[in-house]
Every structure is written in structure tokens, then in C-alpha cells.
């Protein structure tokens, strides 16, 4: 744990960098970043929100499983998998090359899409609380969310525990998706729960 914390110090220290480059760019007016509410419309709020979150659980996906070669792990992702059983200071507990490959993704995408800062920042949020129910060791939301249609869809704590336990699954940030298109799904996932829910329903 206090190697986590060490690691998450500075992890902080290159997001703070990367937040002032962008900070920095907008002042310069080179990027999309935008402050009125009314420049796009409020609809669009939600719509690129969703978008934000589509594309970096993509990015995050291929750029995970990259760290995951053999001639990259031990020098970019090693660091976070010091700990077999994640904790909430696992979250961000990542070696400083891998902080910054993460860090890009929000520097890139202000140069790609408009964004508003509340949907920059909602982002920003929604990653970091995500991270943490993610590493922090154990189910936070009923047992039977796992089988329900979104539970399907979205990563929780089991999902990314199983990934800290048995490397060649469960890279996603957000979504399932990925992994089950391109075979990353650990294949007795889901059966788990469709027996549980079997057992549930015959009263067991």
C-alpha cells in the first residue's frame, strides 16, 4: 500500500503537468475548449459527456493491453500490478511513463472534439470515482447486478479484481465491450452469475 500511495503522488504530479498544458493551450486559444453554456447548446453537454467516456474506455482498452506486452509490462505497467489484490490506492498507482500515456488521452481529445469545461471536468471525475470502485477489493453493488443488462456491460470491482489476478483478461476502463468482441472476457464470467441467478430463482 504505501508503494501505491508513493506511485499515485506521482502519477498526480504528471496529471497536474498535463492539466496545465491544457490549461495553457486554451489560453493560447489553440484548443476546444469552451466556457459558454449556450456556444453548442445543452444537449450537446450530455452527448459529448457520452462521447468523452465512449472513446477513452476505447483508448484505454488498446493502450491496456499494449502495456501488457512482455517488452513493455515491466516498463510501463508494473507498477500497478504490484498489488494482487487491488485497494483503493491501486487506483492510480501507475508508473510515470504509463501516468502520462493516460494523461494524453484528455490532451488529445481537447484538440478533437469541442468540450465544455463542466463535461472536461465530469470526465475527470468520473474516472477517478470509477478507478476506485474498481480497485477496491470488493463488490460495492448487490450481487445480482453482474446478470442484469448493464451490469453486463459495465466493470465493477469483480470484474477488474479478476484482471489484477489473471493477466490476459478484463482490460476495459468502463465498458465490457472490448473485451468481448476480441475474446479478452474471462469465459466463466458471466456463467458464474447466470447459475447464481438460476439458484435465486428456484429459491435456493
Not at 41 to 55: C, D, E, K, Q, T
Not at 62 to 80: A, E, Q, S, T
Not at 186 to 199: A, I, S
Request: proline share 4%; net charge neutral.
Amino acid at each position: 500500500m504505501r508503494r501505491d500511495v508513493e506511485l499515485s503522488i506521482l502519477s498526480a504530479i504528471v496529471f497536474a503537468c498535463c492539466s496545465a498544458l491544457i490549461m495553457s493551450g486554451y489560453d493560447l486559444g489553440v484548443t476546444l475548449l469552451y466556457a459558454d453554456l449556450n456556444h453548442y447548446g445543452f444537449y450537446y453537454l450530455g452527448f459529448s459527456f457520452v462521447v468523452v467516456l465512449i472513446l477513452q474506455d476505447a483508448y484505454f482498452y488498446f493502450m491496456h493491453r499494449l502495456f501488457h506486452h512482455p517488452l513493455l509490462f515491466n516498463w510501463l505497467h508494473f507498477g500497478h500490478h504490484r498489488s494482487g489484490d487491488p485497494t483503493p490506492w491501486t487506483s492510480f498507482a501507475f508508473d510515470p511513463p504509463e501516468a502520462l500515456l493516460q494523461a494524453l488521452f484528455f490532451i488529445g481529445i481537447v484538440f478533437i472534439i469541442p468540450l465544455h469545461f463542466i463535461i472536461l471536468v465530469a470526465a475527470l471525475m468520473t474516472m477517478t470515482v470509477w478507478s476506485v470502485l474498481t480497485h477496491i477489493g470488493f463488490e460495492l453493488f448487490p450481487s445480482s447486478l453482474p446478470y442484469r443488462w448493464f451490469g453486463k456491460w459495465l466493470i465493477g470491482s469483480r470484474h477488474h479484481s479478476i484482471h489484477h489476478r489473471k493477466y490476459t483478461v478484463h482490460y476495459g476502463l468502463y465498458f465490457t465491450f472490448w473485451d468481448k468482441l476480441l475474446g479478452t472476457q474471462e469465459p466463466n464470467y458471466e456463467k458464474k452469475f447466470d447459475r447464481k441467478k438460476d439458484e435465486e430463482s428456484r429459491g435456493f
